[in-house]
């Protein structure tokens, strides 16, 4: 049950376009279609933002787009916006357990 | 609105013991998959334990098994965590999540109850 890799912190000035790697392993990521993205602001519960990978649900703006290649799956926010600064976490199924990415901060120049 | 409201957070001493509930509305609590997440202070998300719709399968991180019981009340629409021999490391924010098993997703998240392990 080891955590997906995910940068601790990326930074983008409003406008543009980041993208969030989450390297994992042929048991989780490599293995299933069942990556999700969460948002969590401070203080605050996360909430999805992307599930099966590329999905998005309603009311999540399509500025947020998900894909994976092999181990590692991505998460890119474009157009950036103030109100996208926040922590980000991937999430894989894996079998009868579930991993979460130690998680990205993201800043908005 | 789909809503889960988690309580019985607070503080305990190492060895103590804790009970969670989380209480849902808005939607057939019996239908769903349920599952605790915790989040250590300034830390990320770890899953915890999951439960299946009618509480025949339960699953357990292993930094966990064989302390916590998860267990659901369908009748009463609810979800809860023992949690026995506490350890300074279990300090965390626990999350109560809805899980859609199909989709691989947690939504959604109820606004979490602080445990805090400490003499």
């Known amino acids: 049950q080891s955590a997906l890799t995910q940068p601790a912190s990326v930074s983008g000035s409003p406008g543009q376009s980041i993208t969030i790697s989450c390297t994992g392993t042929s048991s989780d990521v490599g293995s299933y279609n069942l990556v999700s993205w969460y948002q969590q602001h401070p203080g605050k519960a996360p909430k999805l933002m992307i599930y099966e990978v590329s999905k998005r649900p309603s009311g999540v703006s399509n500025r947020f787009s998900g894909s994976k290649s092999g181990n590692t799956a991505s998460l890119t926010i474009s157009g950036l916006q103030a109100e996208d600064e926040a922590d980000y976490y991937c999430c894989s199924y894996a079998g009868s357990v579930v991993v979460f990415g130690g998680g990205t901060k993201l800043t908005v120049l | 609105e789909v809503q889960l409201v988690e309580s019985g957070g607070g503080l305990v001493q190492p060895g103590g013991s804790l009970r969670l509930s989380c209480a849902a509305s808005?939607?057939?609590?019996?239908?769903?998959?349920m599952n605790w997440v915790r989040q250590a202070p300034g830390k990320g998300l770890e899953w915890v334990s999951y439960?299946?719709?009618?509480?025949?399968?339960?699953y357990y991180a292993d930094s966990v098994k064989g302390r916590f019981t998860i267990s659901r009340d369908n009748a009463k629409n609810s979800l809860y965590l023992q949690m026995n021999s506490l350890r300074a490391e279990d300090t965390a924010v626990y999350y109560c999540?809805?899980?859609?098993?199909?989709?691989?997703?947690?939504?959604?998240w109820g606004q979490g109850t602080l445990v805090t392990v400490s003499s």
């Open positions: 999540a809805r899980w859609e098993s199909t989709a691989g997703w947690f939504d959604p």
């Open positions: 808005g939607f057939t609590f019996s239908s769903y998959e």
């Open positions: 439960i299946s719709s009618s509480g025949s399968t339960i």
